[in-house]
C-alpha cells in the first residue's frame, strides 16, 4: 500500500443488510475539496479506470457511476474559493459527501476542515455520510489519514458516518474501497 500506518480511518454507524433483492436506486453525491485537490480526476478515474487531463471546474461535472446495480450520480464541484460559496445549491437530496483533500497541502487543511464541518452544520446535509479521499498519497511528504483525520477534527463529528481512504487519483489506488464504502452507506440507508 502505501507504507503508512493504516490507509483509511473511520466512524461507522452499526450495518444491517436486508434480506431479498437489491433494487435499483439513484444515490446523490457531492465531490468537494479545494482547488486542485484532484476531484475530477477522481471522478473520471471512477469512470474510466485512468488518468485523464482535467482543468479547474468551473460549476460541475455531474456523471453517472453504477456499482453492483446501485447508481449514484456523482456532482464534481469546482473548488476555487469564489465558488465555494455557492456549494450549498448542490446539497439537497445529497446522501454522500465524498470530500477529496490535497494530502501534500499542509498548509490549506485549516480552511478544508472549516469547509467540511461548515458543510455539515447544513440543514440539507443532516443525513449525509461523509467519505474523505486523502487523495495524492504516490507523493513525498503526504500526510497520512491520521494525520489528516486529527487535522480535520474528525473525532468531534458524531452525527454522520465518516470515513478517510488514502487513494491515489492518477493511479486509482484506494478508490474501488471508496466505491465500496459509498454502496455500503446506501444499503445501510
Known amino acids: 500500500m502505501y507504507g503508512k500506518e493504516r490507509a483509511c480511518v473511520c466512524r461507522q454507524t452499526p450495518v444491517t443488510f436486508a434480506s431479498g433483492h437489491e433494487m435499483l436506486s439513484e444515490h446523490k453525491v457531492i465531490v468537494v475539496g479545494l482547488d486542485n485537490a484532484g476531484k475530477t ?3 473520471y478515474q471512477f469512470l474510466t479506470k485512468e488518468a485523464v487531463h482535467t482543468s479547474p471546474t468551473i460549476g460541475s461535472n455531474v456523471e453517472e457511476i453504477i456499482v453492483r446495480n446501485t447508481h449514484f450520480m456523482v456532482w464534481d464541484i469546482g473548488g476555487q474559493e469564489s465558488l465555494r460559496a455557492s456549494w450549498y445549491s448542490y446539497y439537497s437530496n445529497t446522501e454522500i459527501i465524498l470530500l477529496v483533500v490535497d494530502s501534500t497541502d499542509r498548509e490549506r487543511l485549516p480552511i478544508t476542515r472549516d469547509e467540511l464541518h461548515q458543510m455539515l452544520a447544513h440543514e440539507d446535509l443532516q443525513n449525509a455520510a461523509v467519505l474523505i479521499l486523502a487523495n495524492k498519497q504516490d507523493m513525498k511528504g503526504s500526510m497520512t489519514v491520521a494525520e489528516i483525520s486529527q ?32 454502496k455500503s452507506q446506501v444499503v445501510v440507508n
Open 41 to 43: 480526476t477522481i471522478l
Open 151 to 182: 487535522c480535520l477534527t474528525l473525532n468531534s463529528i458524531t452525527s454522520h458516518p465518516w470515513h478517510v481512504q488514502a487513494c491515489c487519483a492518477l493511479t486509482g489506488e484506494g478508490l474501488p474501497a471508496c466505491l465500496d464504502w459509498m
